[in-house]
């Protein structure tokens, strides 16, 4: 056979290979910088399919907005930049405390892991409640949700109006679909807060998992650094 | 990172996470990265109140608003690259973990070729068609329907049965 | 030790010295709530012969349809149905997942000497959301069907399609997820995972083209994601993103589309290639010849075949400048792959080539993949492509490189890894005749496919009474698409009867080079006792004693 040596193994080994971990190394790795940067990898190559989700979004409204501009401008006439601005700040600030939580688990310090954790969580659904009061329902009532009741008054606001619901759809997609993400965000925040909460020896010691949840919490921030400009801020 | 791992830790055993070692940043480095950021957003969004004006450089017309979305995206881009190197500990992270962080983003530049396309109509003259200031307009009707134009008189589509 | 109960339709095996993976833990709970990587494998390989067959049911109906030239079975609307449920479940429900998800996940962790793939609980949600996306696709079928073409162009899908294109469209969605999560796995396994001593350039290459079709995967599949969740977004809620009606462009829909579908054909037939030049050089019982060549060509097709999604669309009013670009770089794309036919030609050039049956199935692969190769310059170039597009020549041109190419290279792997998955030799003479009538049918099937199409048969279209003079060709066809079926129903029968009587392998019944054929067959549960350490390079044949297959090397010995 071919000339292989077999080195010793440093492992106990045990039948049962269902999540045992040896000095907090699964049975599949060697050591705990093995584990760690696999995590973050493998988290990185999940990020990486994010982007070309969103990636894609990003192309197919800039198409269109350079096509149709005028009437892309005329369209976010009606989207207060105010709101927009408040959560960016909230989810900027949700993005330190998110980093700030992960600081406290590398250091096992738990209570403040806790407070940071509610802090980003607070943050997150304030970023909702933002945005579903005083953005989407006000739209809903006024006929600006794509569809059968859509409605543009073209003479108060200029532009056409199959642009205009070309640019609502793309702009509650858009919108929508980071929703989404940020209300799962939520959830797995809230789940690893409450596994701190009572303590789980996986998630007290390995921070990587905690680590994980924030780059995904940090990723959803990164699309609204982008989405922000893109539908708040269109210069005539 | 793995040379370093094998350093002398100078946290007692039990005190850190398991191999947060020499990933532990210190508070100050996530607090100047949050003001950075914040600052970037007032600048944004007072950029965006200036509509800058229309110009010519020697012949050719630049919308003025061709430099505000070049700010805002250039801003953008700065505060993500902060929020990927500090928040998400990119800068500390191993070569392989950089490399793909990036390439997502490096990636997504390709998706943009499809513009491309847009781009070169107006060179083909089979094809090129000012983009029309009444969107919708061009939609084809229904066509062969009963009553239509150019319905199907000598039944050239219906298939005969056997 | 044997354990209890066997598995169901596994049979009483005779007591060997050491549990293996297929013996230990034969609950229930153990199958279904698996981390191994191997046993998911398993469950892999019958969920996807499941789909294979419902996909084959309508490549059937479609087959005796056109056996006439007035049509036989079905009306317009259903057999629009009955062709895009054929795509999608073959290409969505089979192919992608074919070869990664079974050969790749058993193999790819024993060839780099790990233990496990780097996350097995996530290797394992991944077959959780193919059972769902399947049962969904299977539900979506036979509650009414769709008939959008897998290609799902809008407006019609998006607007005027009265199928269940939603549930069909979600399907294919989570399908992406489960695809998705095989791909993070596989790169991450590969980048950390590799035993010491195993370097890139010791890495069998069936490993590069897992890992480079792990990359297409994650940097395509979310694409398609999102563009057809805006088709299931345009027909629930009535947006209008595509839609012409609110000056939307369904040309936009098809870019979208084809930036993944594109690279998506790389995923099917990148595994199938790796498959193939493990099989050349291990029954060549030679060196790959420039090893180096056939692993940067993989990289190269996964990265100029991001760059080509425009050949799809010559006809689609897409500019004509971009369509020279498109059009010069997909004959680019196909120099990669050249590359690795002459490496694999001049591999078996002088070395002592056996016959078996995976060597048989690989060299059809060399032989089939090569016309579908050389059909798809014809259409990659505008001019020709103006003439055969959308006709039967383009059909066949897909089937050559992905049955002949990349179906032929799975049931390849299969043949060849068979002993190791299960420790049993099947007959090789029924392989033999599979792999045969695999071919011949093939041929039959989609050789006049190609003549009927540059004719002017279009696809997509049920009747042609207008030329009834295609006739023959369609019934030459259906002839050769039996011909294949019973090719490709063979290894049911033979493969399921050697789980029970056939011969128990050894290690390395082959005389294979690969640290997959260092370890008994079946694999124990934690693959090696313990992680080697490799020193020598890859497909070095010189340590290896020349076997008959059936008698025992020394497993496990060095020298």
């Known amino acids: ?236 | 990172m793995s040379a370093d791992a094998h350093a002398p830790s100078k946290y007692k055993p039990g005190e850190i996470a398991w191999g947060a070692e020499h990933h532990i940043q210190p508070v100050s480095t996530y607090v100047k990265t949050i003001g950075l950021l914040f600052i970037l957003m007032v600048a944004t969004i007072g950029a965006a109140q200036f509509a800058i004006p229309d110009f010519k450089i020697g012949g050719l017309d630049i919308p003025g608003t061709f430099f505000n979305n070049i700010i805002a995206m250039t801003i953008a881009v700065i505060k993500a690259t902060l929020v990927v190197m500090y928040f998400m500990h990119v800068k500390i992270s191993t070569p392989l973990t950089k490399f793909w962080a990036a390439i997502g983003f490096i990636w997504m530049t390709l998706i943009f070729f499809i513009l491309a396309d847009y781009a070169t109509r107006p060179l083909d003259p089979t094809i090129a068609r000012p983009w029309t200031s009444d969107p919708g307009s061009a939609a084809p009707k229904m066509r062969g329907g009963p009553m239509s134009e150019d319905a199907d008189k000598i039944n050239i589509n219906v298939r005969p049965r056997q | 030790m044997s354990t209890v109960a066997t598995p169901v339709g596994l049979p009483q095996e005779e007591p060997r010295p050491t549990t293996n993976y297929l013996n230990a833990d034969n609950t229930i709970k153990g199958w279904l709530l698996t981390t191994d990587h191997k046993r998911i494998a398993i469950l892999y390989l019958i969920s996807i012969t499941i789909m294979f067959a419902i996909g084959s049911f309508f490549a059937g109906l479609i087959r005796i349809e056109l056996t006439s030239p007035v049509g036989r079975l079905l009306e317009s609307e259903s057999y629009n149905k009955v062709f895009t449920e054929h795509g999608v479940v073959m290409i969505f429900f089979f192919l992608i997942p074919s070869i990664p998800a079974v050969l790749g996940n058993f193999i790819l962790p024993i060839a780099i000497g790990a233990r496990d793939l780097a996350f097995p609980r996530l290797n394992l949600l991944s077959w959780y959301l193919y059972i769902i996306a399947a049962g969904l696709g299977f539900l979506a079928i036979v509650t009414g069907g769709f008939d959008t073409g897998w290609t799902f162009y809008t407006p019609y899908s998006s607007f005027y399609s009265n199928g269940q294109v939603t549930m069909a469209i979600m399907a294919a969605f989570i399908a992406g997820f489960s695809s998705i999560t095989t791909g993070i796995n596989f790169i991450v396994t590969v980048h950390k995972m590799r035993a010491p001593g195993m370097t890139w350039f010791r890495m069998p290459i069936f490993v590069w083209n897992n890992y480079t079709t792990g990359v297409i995967i994650i940097l395509g599949t979310p694409v398609i994601a999102i563009t057809l969740l805006l088709v299931v977004i345009e027909r629930v809620f009535r947006f209008g993103i595509f839609s012409p009606e609110l000056g939307g462009d369904p040309v936009l829909f098809q870019h979208m589309f084809w930036f993944y579908s594109h690279p998506a054909v790389y995923i099917m037939i990148l595994p199938s290639m790796g498959v193939v030049t493990e099989i050349i050089a291990n029954f060549s019982r030679k060196r790959l010849f420039g090893y180096h060549f056939v692993a940067f060509s993989t990289i190269a097709i996964g990265a100029l075949g991001f760059l080509v999604w425009g050949h799809h669309m010559f006809v689609s009013s897409q500019s004509m400048y971009q369509g020279v670009v498109f059009s010069l770089i997909s004959y680019l794309v196909a120099v990669p792959s050249a590359v690795k036919v002459f490496n694999w030609a001049t591999t078996m050039y002088k070395g002592q080539v056996q016959l078996h049956t995976p060597m048989l199935f690989a060299l059809g692969f060399i032989g089939l993949f090569v016309i579908g190769g050389l059909t798809g310059l014809f259409l990659a170039n505008m001019g020709t492509d103006v003439h055969l597009t959308n006709t039967y020549f383009v059909v066949a041109h897909f089937h050559y490189v992905m049955v002949g190419g990349a179906v032929l290279g799975y049931m390849g792997g299969i043949h060849y890894w068979w002993p190791k998955m299960f420790g049993k030799m099947y007959p090789d003479a029924w392989g033999k005749a599979s792999a045969l009538l695999t071919y011949i049918g093939f041929n039959l099937t989609f050789m006049p496919q190609f003549i009927v199409g540059w004719l002017g048969m279009p696809r997509r279209y049920h009747y042609y009474y207008l030329q009834p003079e295609f006739q023959p060709y369609h019934i030459a066809s259906t002839l050769g698409a039996t011909v294949l079926a019973l090719g490709m129903i063979l290894p049911a029968f033979y493969l399921t009867w050697s789980l029970k009587y056939g011969e128990p392998a050894t290690a390395n019944p082959w005389g294979a080079h690969g640290l997959e054929w260092e370890i008994p067959s079946p694999p124990p549960t934690e693959n090696f006792e313990k992680i080697p350490i490799v020193t020598d390079e890859v497909y070095d044949f010189d340590h290896i004693v020349d076997v008959h297959h059936g008698v025992a090397t020394e497993g496990g010995d060095t020298h």
């Open chain 1, 1 to 236: 056979m071919s000339s292989i040596v077999f080195e010793e193994d440093h492992e106990e080994h045990h039948e049962d290979h269902a999540h045992h971990r040896v000095n907090g190394v699964m049975h599949q790795y060697e050591d705990i910088d093995q584990q760690n940067e696999s995590y973050a990898v493998g988290m990185w190559t999940f990020l990486v399919t994010e982007v070309m989700m969103f990636g894609a979004l990003f192309m197919a409204y800039t198409f269109y907005r350079w096509r149709y501009a005028e009437s892309f401008y005329s369209a976010h006439e009606h989207i207060k930049t105010w709101p927009g601005a408040v959560n960016t700040t909230l989810l900027l600030i949700s993005s330190f405390t998110m980093v700030m939580a992960v600081h406290y688990t590398q250091l096992k310090k738990t209570k403040l892991v806790l407070q940071n954790l509610a802090a980003t969580i607070v943050c997150a659904c304030a970023f909702l409640f933002v945005k579903i009061v005083f953005e989407y329902i006000p739209k809903f009532q006024d006929h600006l949700l794509p569809g059968p009741n859509f409605h543009w008054n073209t003479k108060e606001y200029g532009g056409s109006e199959n642009v205009a619901q070309i640019f609502y759809s793309f702009y509650f997609t858009m919108t929508g679909l980071h929703g989404i993400h940020v209300l799962v965000g939520i959830l797995i925040i809230g789940f690893i807060a409450l596994l701190h909460h009572k303590k789980v020896p996986a998630i007290v010691d390995d921070y990587m998992i905690t680590e994980m949840v924030a780059l995904y919490w940090h990723f959803v921030d990164l699309v609204w650094i982008f989405l922000f400009p893109l539908y708040y801020l269109i210069p005539k």
